[in-house]
């Protein structure tokens, strides 16, 4: 049986592949951290599966990476642990290094020096290209604009360098934003879509966002992360970029997220700047033509069938919050 290493697991992206993982009949390990209240809503469904493991460690603590990496001996690593939040990155910075970026080479070097035969997945991102315009592939310049963007391309080129210094199976998925009903609150997809469930139930009249111009290629997380599972079972290891390859405005998925509910974004959203960045990223569209070739994966799901399906997640959320 293939045992697989997930950081990240009680992520958006952890769980999905870890269901993934466990219907491709893996033995899925994943790393925890300590909080004072379990934080394992997005894996609960999975806790009875014998074949899920879950161990306490943390990317910050490198001696916790070497002890499970040797005691689990993984065939595959998916190193999806991260602070995510962008915005949050600029309060942050310190940890947001050493969470992504160091947390990475002390996960690479405690492969290394287990001296596994072991592939390594990193969770690279469209933040990298930050200002280089749209769209973005593989060969696009990387810009990144904010302590987030810049941790991750401090790991992207680290797993890089693994793979080249010694030999190692280590690749980068370089994905464009990815959404779903599982999707943590503060990011302004489920920002909106949980939004419009209690606005259109008469619990919430308002919701408040920052920059609405900015354009993203928001896809559906569950097909990504196939995408990364298949760029672990090739012959050789490279990067991808994983993305739809069409854009829209945070305020073309408002629209449509409200529109789905009958409802006229204009007279829910009110601006407030604290939810603006120090410095925005304005467009990433992806090109993901390699990955389609090499891979055979394409997106099926686009953003606004995409707000659409996570309105309709939200307003289950509300009903059973309603008792209804
Ligand atoms: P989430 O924010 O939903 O999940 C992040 C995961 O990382 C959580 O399990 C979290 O644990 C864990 N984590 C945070 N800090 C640490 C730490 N110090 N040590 C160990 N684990 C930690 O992110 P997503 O699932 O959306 O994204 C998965 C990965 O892909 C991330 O690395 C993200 O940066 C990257 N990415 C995401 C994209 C997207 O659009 N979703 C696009 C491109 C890249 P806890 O639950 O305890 O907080
Ligand atoms: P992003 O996602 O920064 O692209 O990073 P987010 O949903 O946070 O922002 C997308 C765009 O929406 C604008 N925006 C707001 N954002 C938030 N969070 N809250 C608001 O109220 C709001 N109003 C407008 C932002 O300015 C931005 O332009 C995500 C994360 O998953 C990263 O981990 C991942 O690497 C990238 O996607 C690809």
Not at 210 to 237: I, K, S
Request: with cysteine; charged share 25%.
């Amino acid at each position: 049986m293939k045992r697989a290493f997930v950081t990240g697991i009680t992520g958006q992206d952890g769980s999905y592949l870890a269901e993934l993982l466990l219907e491709k009949g893996y033995e899925v390990h994943g790393l925890v951290r300590r909080s004072s209240l379990l934080n394992r809503s997005r894996i609960d469904h999975l806790h009875d599966d014998a074949r899920l493991h879950l161990h306490y460690g943390d990317l910050t603590d490198g001696v916790s990476l070497v002890n499970l990496v040797r005691m689990i001996e993984p065939h595959e690593v998916y190193n999806l642990g991260a602070m995510s939040h962008v915005k949050v990155s600029f309060e942050m910075p310190d940890y947001t290094a050493s969470t992504n970026a160091i947390g990475t080479l002390r996960l690479l070097e405690a492969i290394h020096a287990a001296r596994l035969e072991c592939r390594f997945y990193q969770a690279s991102t469209s933040e990298m290209f930050g200002s280089t315009p749209p769209p973005q592939d593989e060969q696009s310049t990387f810009h990144p604009r904010s302590p987030y963007g810049s941790s991750k391309l401090q790991a992207h080129w680290v797993t890089i360098n693994y793979r080249e210094a010694y030999g190692m199976f280590a690749v980068s998925g370089i994905l464009f934003n990815h959404e779903s009903p599982r999707r943590g609150e503060n990011f302004v997809t489920r920002k909106i879509t949980k939004a419009v469930a209690a606005i259109e139930a008469g619990i919430q009249d308002h919701v408040e966002l920052g920059n609405l111009d900015a354009v993203r290629d928001w896809g559906y997380a569950p097909e990504y992360v196939e995408g990364m599972w298949r760029m672990l079972q090739q012959d050789e290891p490279d990067d991808y970029v994983l993305a739809t390859g069409v854009g829209h405005t945070v305020r073309d998925f408002c629209a449509a997220a409200f529109e789905h509910a009958g409802l006229r974004w204009e007279d829910h959203v009110k601006h407030n700047e604290s939810f603006e960045r120090p410095a925005e990223v304005d467009a990433l569209i992806g090109n993901a033509s390699k990955a389609h070739g090499a891979l055979g994966w394409r997106a099926e799901t686009h953003a606004l069938d995409l707000a659409r399906l996570m309105v309709d997640a939200d307003r289950g959320d509300v009903s059973r919050l309603l008792g209804g």
